[in-house]
C-alpha cells in the first residue's frame, strides 16, 4: 500500500510542480503570451523634499511648499494563462520583483486613498482629518483625487502652509474595492510655512 501512495506521488508531483514556474530575469521569464500583472501586498509613505529628493530626518524642519508626499506600493508580480481548452491544468508564473514593460496593472480595484495628519493643520482640518482637499497630484496638476477604480501611487504636494509651523505626522489610508485596507505612515516632521 505504501509503494502505491508513493507511486501515486511520484507521478503526480511533476505536473503539480510545472503549474508554478518561477524566474530569476524577466528576460528569462519565458512566459510569451501570458497575460501579466502585480498584486498590492503593502504599501509605504515617503516624504522627501521637492528640491533635492532627500528625506528629512524625524522632527528635522521643512517648508511645507518643500514637502513631497509619495505613496509606494509594494507589489508582487506575476502572469496566468487560464486551462486551454480541452486542457486542465492553468499556469501560474512568479516573475521577477521588477516590472518589466507589458505588465497589465492589477486586477484588485482601488475604493479609496485618504492622507491624514495627526496634528491639526490648520483650522479647517483639526487632527485625524481628510487632508485630500489640500493635496495636488504633482502627476496631474489637479487637486488630489483617487483615479476611479484604478490602483495608483500618487505623489502630492501641499497647496496651502499649515496654519502654523510645526510638528505634522502624515498617514495613509489605501483601501481597495477587494476590502484590502494598508496604511503607512511618515516619522513625525517639523513643517514650516
Known sequence: ?????????????PPAGSVLLSCAKDDECRIGDVARYYTITGLALAASRQTTGASPGPNEPVPASDLLLAVQ????YYGYRPASSG???SAAYACPPT???GYLGTKQPLDSVVIRSRFAYDAGHPAGASLNDLLLDIETGQEFSPR????YAPRLRFMTPPAQAGPQQFW???RLGTGEVYTAETPVLQLTR
Open 1 to 13: 500500500m505504501t509503494r502505491k501512495l508513493l507511486l501515486g506521488l511520484l507521478l503526480l508531483v
Open 73 to 76: 506600493l509594494q507589489t508582487t
Open 87 to 89: 486542457g486542465w491544468l
Open 99 to 101: 516590472p518589466a514593460p
Open 148 to 151: 476611479g477604480n484604478q490602483a
Open 172 to 174: 495613509v489610508r489605501y
